[in-house]
């Protein structure tokens, strides 16, 4: 089984872990280092802003 592709850039994880505020640790640790709350969040957080571009792309 080949590795899994990532659906969200690396820009745009490193965006959200600096604004949740743990980029200093995926800096330290990489990736693999965030707890899985944290990887939770960012989640919710890229859901949060793909909802939010969606509304203002109908405006």
Known sequence: ???RRGVMSD???EEI???LGFY???QKEG???IKSRDAGN???RAVQMAQEQMQ???S
Do not use: H, N, S
């Open 31 to 33: 990736w693999g280092g």
């Open 17 to 19: 872990a600096k604004e």
């Open 56 to 58: 203002r792309d109908r």
């Open 1 to 3: 089984m080949g590795k």
């Open 11 to 13: 820009r745009l994880k």
């Open 24 to 26: 200093d640790t995926v």
């Open 42 to 44: 960012m989640v919710k």
